[in-house]
């Protein structure tokens, strides 16, 4: 599913990077700062760089006093990939140097590819000791849909975009599947380790590495773990340089300290408050507006409606049992999004009856003065009864009987 999203949008990738290095399950997932990542894996015993996160420059300067006063590297903290391509990571000599790098930074928008031309506001960066590097690694963690189970991945291709070399170098991505019974062995760290080309007491700190990442992986309900690079310094030493962590958000109750180490100030605003009225939204950058009842249909229906020649605006799934408060709320969140040239709601009225639905559609189209067009295709519970609520309503709604009929009124509409 999510690959079709993928398609869909790029920033979509952003919202779960799950590999294509293997073949993933995407839960809606929590992402986290990456110093923040670094903590967890810290207090799991993997061993990472001294640092701390500041949100001035004079406390940049006062860090990296306190790491020495020599080289430390000033990093931007977004939940996107590629900061240093976009100006977000800085190796300085000195204390002065650091305080200016965090000035630069500080407050300024950071354009990556993972963030879309908008980018996204530095609010906060990471000062850290500077370290001699001598290789580059990668390592990651996924859930695994084919195989059921947790899958470690690692690559000699360490500090560089692991989709690309995945596509195009496949054969350079290691993988072992980890059974949850007898959880990672250490025949399988060692194998890793070979791949990677680690020899000697490398191998030892290897294991240990990969057997503390996969506990905290386990332990904290991860969906997505990655390390990249995790460097072997020039005296031999194995630590996680950068880290990201996703954590799939239908366990967030068991991490209430997880749970609150999230930032709003990074997710997409109509997404964060969709999730305060429990719906899943994801914004596109079409403009058909799409309000569906259930995941599978509404990748179904966003792909009907590219098929029609449109474009979806967004992925919204009110759920099975939305009352017409929710709908009312999403209707609002649609509308907010000044993008949306009309809107088509697909609804299969099980749990979700067609007449609540009904009910909270009259009510928002009411209630917000829409005036984009609106087409309505619906089946299930009280189907006939919705219809003839909407047509009762007096408003100018449009329905369609099957989705593709849906799909081309609304995309007609739109243009």
């Known amino acids: 599913m999510i690959r079709r999203l993928r398609a869909l949008h790029p920033r979509v990738h952003a919202l779960h990077a799950a590999r294509k290095t293997a073949r993933v399950r995407s839960p809606h997932t929590m992402k986290i700062h990456e110093y923040q990542a670094k903590a967890i894996l810290a207090r799991h015993g993997v061993p990472v760089p001294h640092g701390e996160v500041v949100f001035n420059a004079t406390d940049a300067r006062a860090v990296a006093e306190r790491l020495g006063g020599g080289t430390v590297v000033v990093k931007a903290q977004i939940h996107a990939g590629g900061r240093g391509k976009g100006g977000?990571?800085?190796?300085?000599?000195?204390?002065?140097?650091?305080?200016?790098?965090?000035?630069?930074?500080?407050?300024?928008?950071?354009?990556?590819?993972?963030?879309?031309?908008?980018?996204?506001?530095?609010?906060?960066?990471?000062?850290?000791?500077?370290?001699?590097?001598?290789?580059?690694?990668?390592?990651?963690?996924?859930?695994?849909?084919?195989?059921?189970?947790?899958?470690?991945?690692?690559?000699?291709?360490?500090?560089?975009?692991?989709?690309?070399?995945?596509?195009?170098?496949?054969?350079?991505?290691?993988?072992?599947?980890?059974?949850?019974?007898?959880?990672?062995?250490?025949?399988?760290?060692?194998?890793?380790?070979?791949?990677?080309?680690?020899?000697?007491?490398?191998v030892g700190q290897a294991g240990k590495l990969m057997a503390a990442v996969y506990q905290a992986f386990m332990d904290s309900d991860a969906s997505l773990l990655e390390i990249n690079p995790?460097?072997?310094?020039?005296?031999?030493?194995?630590?996680?340089?950068?880290?990201?962590?996703?954590?799939?958000?239908?366990?967030?109750?068991?991490?209430?300290?997880?749970?609150?180490?999230?930032?709003?100030?990074?997710?997409?605003?109509?997404?964060?408050?969709?999730?305060?009225?429990?719906?899943?939204y994801i914004k596109l950058d079409g403009t058909i507006g799409c309000m569906v009842n259930g995941a599978g249909l509404a990748m179904a229906t966003m792909d009907i409606i590219k098929l029609a020649g449109g474009e979806p605006a967004n992925f919204l799934d009110v759920g099975g049992g939305a009352n017409a408060e929710q709908i009312k709320n999403a209707f609002r969140i649609l509308m907010s999004d000044e993008s949306v040239k009309a809107v088509l709601i697909n609804i299969f009225g099980g749990i979700l009856r067609c007449d609540i639905l009904a009910e909270g559609v009259i009510a928002a189209v009411t209630d917000l003065g829409v005036r984009v067009p609106v087409v309505i295709r619906m089946e299930g519970t009280n189907v006939e009864k919705g219809k003839q609520m909407l047509l009762d309503s007096g408003l100018n709604f449009t329905t369609a009987d099957t989705m593709s009929e849906a799909a081309e009124k609304v995309v007609a509409l739109g243009r």
């Open 88 to 202: 977000g990571v800085k190796v300085v000599k000195n204390p002065a140097e650091a305080e200016s790098a965090a000035a630069a930074m500080l407050g300024m928008r950071l354009v990556t590819y993972q963030t879309g031309p908008a980018g996204q506001i530095v609010q906060r960066v990471l000062v850290e000791q500077g370290l001699r590097i001598a290789r580059e690694l990668y390592l990651g963690l996924v859930i695994d849909r084919a195989s059921e189970r947790p899958v470690i991945m690692a690559s000699r291709e360490g500090g560089v975009e692991i989709e690309t070399v995945a596509e195009e170098t496949p054969d350079r991505i290691f993988k072992e599947a980890v059974h949850p019974a007898t959880g990672l062995n250490a025949f399988q760290t060692r194998k890793l380790a070979f791949a990677l080309g680690l020899e000697g007491p490398q």
């Open 230 to 280: 995790l460097i072997v310094t020039e005296d031999g030493q194995l630590l996680a340089l950068d880290a990201k962590m996703n954590f799939d958000d239908n366990a967030l109750f068991r991490h209430p300290d997880i749970k609150e180490l999230r930032d709003a100030a990074e997710e997409e605003p109509l997404e964060v408050e969709a999730s305060t009225h429990s719906l899943n």
